[in-house]
């Protein structure tokens, strides 16, 4: 039996990829088989800003933590039983597990499944505190639920011309999407984006499909902000002087907007030149340049574990946000995971239909495995890329 080669976290700042044991179809640490999951060969597998704050040192992962949550596969063998995906199928693999047969699950919850977690609601393939789960930053990896989680792309030569649009729908579009559209952005919107990270730029080519007039990206990092420019963005640089309603209104006459989304989470920064972290920054400022009775998204990760936090406070998760203000003016806000299939059927077609191309806008940049070490460096520096894991070398340039 082969090994598997997995990126695992190490240490603050430091990840490195190592030899783990082949997948089983059996469930994690309860020794019992797994009749209903598949393991997947992996074509694609991407880098996230949720993984960072892990490697960051910024929640509660310990070492050896296995990584990677944004997983696209090849099928190659399946519990007894899965009735509907077969041997050989090209998936995308939701990050969020879920069982199919819960309340949650029943209602389109998908991110708080009540089965696949015994600490609590929702799981991820590996991430702290979510089920226990082997990452998927790996060349193999065991998919639970199979016949539920997993969305096969119907014409393999037709995904793999597209696989580096296609590995995102595993987590950052849908992510992205998600955030646009909780906020409400429609037909002609204005829409404030805080973040020109990956999900920052997935929610920003979101907004255009979703028909947006304007869609504003607001970040302290140039490099990101010309990325977002390079597909027809605004940009508001947050290192520059300056109240964020003012610089709003320099673009579309008013200093609000129709939808705001933070895309930024709980290490958000303080704005101006040389700003320290502030972690209630972002949401304040939405919800001040948010139009009365509008709607805020927030796909940015929140913790209930921060040990790096700026105080006690911020290391539970506890932070100042003026809810006073988001009372007084109507709004409504909506956190948590993205609930991906409630979404990724519907990008899968956008993206195999030419009517969206996200790997364009968030700059998928392919990588191998073993260089994966150096792309966490590079992430953490800044880097205006989505760097996409190649393990078995199937992308091609």
Partial sequence: ?????????????????????????????????????????????????????????RTTAPKGQTLGHEITGEVIELGRDVEFIKKGDLVSVPFNIACGRCRMCKAGHTGVCL??????????????????????????????????????????????????????????????????????????????????????????????????????????????????RSFGCETIDLTQSGELPDMIEQIVGEPEVDAAVDCVGFEARGHGAGAGEAPATVLNSVMGITRAAGRVGIP??????????????????????????????????????CPVMRYHRQLMNAILHDKVQIAKAVNSTVISLEEAPQGYVDFDKGAAKKFVLNPHGMITA
């Avoid at 976290?9 to 997948?23: A, L």
């Avoid at 309860?30 to 597998?45: M, S």
């Avoid at 595993?170 to 429609?186: K, L, M, R």
């Fill in 1 to 57: 039996m082969p090994g598997n080669r997995c990126v695992v976290y190490v240490e603050p700042g430091k990840v490195s990829v190592e030899t783990i044991d082949y997948p089983k179809l059996e469930l994690p640490e309860q020794n019992r088989k797994c009749d209903h999951g598949v393991i997947l060969k992996i074509v694609a597998t991407n880098i996230c800003g949720s993984d960072q704050h892990m490697v960051r040192g």
């Fill in 115 to 228: 089965n696949v977690n015994p600490a609590r609601p929702g799981a991820a393939y590996g991430y702290v505190d979510m089920g226990g789960w082997v990452g998927g930053q790996a060349e193999y990896v065991l998919v639970p639920y199979a016949d539920w989680n997993l969305l096969k792309f119907p014409d393999r030569d037709q995904a793999m011309a597209k696989i580096k649009d296609l590995t995102m729908l595993s987590d950052i579009f849908p992510t992205g999407y998600h955030g646009a559209f909780t906020a409400g952005v429609t037909t002609g919107s204005t829409v404030y984006i805080a973040g020109g990270g990956p999900v920052g730029l997935a929610c920003a080519a979101s907004a255009q499909l979703l028909g947006a007039a304007v869609v504003i990206v607001g970040d302290m990092n140039r490099e990101r902000l010309a990325q977002a």
């Fill in 300 to 337: 940015g990760l929140y913790v209930t574990g921060d040990p790096g936090g700026i105080d006690e406070h911020a290391k539970i998760g506890q932070l100042g946000i003026r809810i006073g203000l988001g009372w007084a003016k109507s709004l409504s806000f909506t956190t948590g995971q």
